[in-house]
Nanobody
Framework: QVQLVQSGGGLVQAGGSLRLSCAAS????????MGWFRQAPGKEREFVAA????????DYADSIMGRFTASRDNGENTMSLQMSRLQPEDTAVYYC????????????????WGQGTQVTVSS
């Protein structure tokens, strides 16, 4: 029901920063949580971060704790992921996701997904 369009990503050297954005639309968007997942070559999809659109509740994966910050702009119906101190291990395709349930979103059960954005971190 919610449509997601991603922007951002690219190539950056280790220690650098990138910002990802995800714009959402839909009749029930106000009830949706949004989050970020990533999938590296040869790896399964993993949770990165999530944020509730309504109350700002957030959750982060331990691997990126203290380096990534999720935020939202309710007026623009967008969610951003500011990534700092990037490491080669962060290289992956990053996906924006949305779901009516924050807990379901965190578990990777989001019903809506963005198209994916490549983030490549060189050493």
């Amino acid at each position: 029901q919610v449509q997601l369009v991603q922007s951002g990503g690219g190539l950056v050297q280790a220690g650098g920063s990138l910002r990802l954005s995800c714009a959402a639309s839909g009749r029930t968007f106000s009830n949706y949580a949004m989050g970020w997942f990533r999938q590296a070559p040869g790896k399964e999809r993993e949770f990165v971060a999530a944020i509730s659109w309504k109350d700002g509740t957030t959750d982060y994966a331990d691997s990126i704790m203290g380096r990534f910050t999720a935020s939202r702009d309710n007026g623009e119906n967008t969610m951003s992921l500011q990534m700092s101190r990037l490491q080669p291990e962060d290289t992956a395709v990053y996906y924006c996701a949305a779901d009516l349930s924050f807990n379901a979103l965190v578990r990777g059960l989001g019903g809506s997904w963005g198209q994916g954005t490549q983030v490549t971190v060189s050493s």
